[in-house]
């Protein structure tokens, strides 16, 4: 390509030689500015990708803390010492990106942008122009707001320094007992992660079943886990106050009672970090996160957004949604990248797959529970079922509870869930590939799978389950 | 439903009271007959779903061996003794069939069937008029045609009175070596079979590798497999004659050389079973199966045809083919039933998924290879990614190798194969279901896959596999 003719966005990544980026005048002149706000994941996609696809761009990342482009979702494993070393969550250091011509700036933050003047302006006054800017900004954690929630101790977990603080004070504070209020997935997998630090476990949590999710006929299986792992569970809880312990560190007012402990992890949720983009009269969508499009840029041509600080467009309900999860994330700022490096790309949605383990199961779902798919106008029927997945292979009793939901008027398949030893995963994301592309729960009965006896049974139990439902079905109007 | 108004073939089933069935006179005279030919998988399936739709249905199933309703896939670990007992392989027994008020005679086998009057003549002379006939009969294994073939000890492997004998003989005779001759998926499960039985084993092959619908590279592992286990294999052979064996019963005489051995299987292949079909004049597929369509009906309105004597329709390929399967053959079974017994339901076909285990690989594949892909008219671009699928939860090293091809000038994707000790059947089945629906290569890229760090990265291997075979495809033409 003729260097003369090409022009800033060319779809045609036009590739520097090495020695071309250090010659000032004319070939800095050229270079399209990007500057991304927030390190986490979904920042450090989209520098690297675009990068890649047009190694021309001056790309600037700013992250206010100390790490950059780490794994969040590993951070339970970490804390509970599966993972030694907070040096493996992260997947590509700063030095790998400066190598790569991105310039990374930690403990840097942005005080504001001026959209008119394409300027960022970084905390201490300096201006940093920009041609695309990347808003990346992620979540903060909910806080209950109730009094002591600022005690030493007292933890949330959603950066890697958070993840690195808890660990740090379990070791040199001694922790012998913990309390986790919440019983999402987090709290779940925090449980695991206390255990396997030594650390006794008080589970708090506002509902009556953990990970509501989950139909409470799987829920139980969770509920037997905890119980058979000593995990004690407070259900039907409200939390009122942290304050001093007499024998622990910290004492924990419910309304159902006290309860004491060295540490304490609020667990109950995050918020979208949009004081940015609210301040710079982006759109936000209904769920308070950042409205963007398929290519995942905002209400503003020059702004993208991506991972968890924006909205997806979710498959089976076919709004936009805000799921905040790494793989997201990861695959939103792969999107925006291509995007900003020349390369047409969409992110095509998500269908809500996600897992979690909790000691010796696996825990899985995807597409919409039966609350969420009333709420999009569906009319949900679902059945649950019991069975054994490999039958050869792993001696003893391997049962998975698989749970499927379809919309009555139209046949149309909404969701899934499962819960086992083995297999469970497995088959939720071979039932993400069906809702992805919208097929009928007839078409899931009759789903081609690889069968052999060591893996599975002739009719698999997603056949099985998607059978059943049929029959549930068959609402044919009276001659 | 007013009983005076029912008319045969009404889609309303009928629920006879249970006294009502041994009345005599006008009951009898309303029944319709349903006679179902072959009792291995696809014939019981349609006698159990036929049954369950309509129990007014006089269902009538012949079956020429002794057993009926038997798992054939699982024979070898039948052999291999890690199944006990023949009877674990058998589904449903006649008494159980007779129960639900099918008629099963075993020990009969059809002369002829008159269409016209839509009568079977059984060997012996007995007439059964039907007013709906499956054919359900079948494959028979290819035999090589060398002199020596029917000799004692040499065994094929396709119905379960075969995996009986052999494993009777194997026993009695104190067999300490085998000949495998035939290197596809049934071969290799009797060479785990053989091995568990403490018999050595050698697999003489026509060609170069095993399995040959999985890539070289990927057969690697398969050979290699083989090998670690102590199996000799013999590639590029071609058999001439078996003879008796000085040291051993048998003496295999090949293009390479002589072999002994105890015990000779022939595993090349298997044909469907068609002479009555043929003979009744009904359509056959250029497969050489009877044609079917999607509610399983052959070129006669009154008959029906099932499992591996019949094709099945590729929704990659978009053809008939002819795959004999266990999983398909109970799954046409199912709605041949559906559709005998007045619910109509369609067999959607299949995407070509397939797996077996061997020793300790899942080999696993779906869709179509370079070779069919070419065949169907397609322009396959492939790559082959290797990547560690579980990162946290199983110690040691677990890779898996994927690889995926798909059309250049649409983007298709077209199928899959996976070899790796976990995870492979998992994937392809996932990609079996993003295959059945037509996903592009682009789509796959993206799924939303349920992602935690016990069971994946955050890029599952399906995404990296597919992503990076999309940066093969990118042949914009030039500007």
Known sequence: MDIARWKSGDEQAFVFPQSCGRRKGWVKYMKRRVVIIGGGAGGPSTAAEAGRRDPSLAITMIEKGEYISYAACPMPYYIGDVIKDEKKLIARTPEKFREGGVDVRTGVEAENVDLAAQVVTLVGGEALPFDVLVLATGTRPILPGIPGEDREGVFTLKQLPDAVGIKQFIRESRCRTAIIVGAGFIGMEMCEAFREAGVETTVVNRGSMPVPRWDPELGQLVVKSLLDHQIRMMADTTIQAIEKG??????????????????????????????????????????????????????????????????????????????????????????????????????????????????????????????????????????????????????????????????????????????????????????????????????????????????????????????????????????
């Open 246 to 479: 007499e024998t622990c560190r910290l004492r924990l007012i419910t309304d159902q009672g006290k309860i004491e402990a060295d540490v304490i992890l609020l667990a109950i949720g995050v918020r979208p970090s949009v004081g940015l983009a609210g301040e710079m009269g982006l759109a936000l969508g209904k769920t308070g996160a950042v409205a963007v499009d398929f290519s995942q840029k905002t209400s503003h041509p020059a702004v993208y957004a991506v991972g968890d600080c924006c909205e997806a467009y979710h498959r089976v309900s076919r709004r936009w949604v805000h799921i905040p999860l790494g793989d997201i994330a990861n695959k939103q700022g792969r999107v925006a990248g291509c995007n900003i490096g020349g390369f047409p790309t969409i992110f095509p949605g998500i269908v809500g797959a996600q897992a979690f383990k909790l000691f010796d199961l696996e825990i899985a779902a995807t597409g919409l529970d039966e609350r969420e798919a009333l709420a999009a106008g569906f009319h949900p029927v679902s059945n649950l079922v019991w069975g054994d997945v490999v039958p050869l292979s792993v001696p003893g009793t391997t049962r998975l509870g698989l749970k499927l939901i379809a919309d009555e008027a139209t046949g149309l398949f909404l969701g899934a869930q499962a819960i086992g030893p083995h297999g469970a995963v497995s088959r939720i994301n071979t039932l993400s590939a069906a809702l992805w592309s919208g097929l009928s729960i007839d078409e899931v009965a009759y789903l081609d799978l690889a069968y052999s006896p060591p893996f599975s049974r002739a009719w698999d139990l997603i056949h099985i389950a998607a059978q059943d439902l049929m029959k549930k079905m068959v609402r044919r109007p009276p001659r």
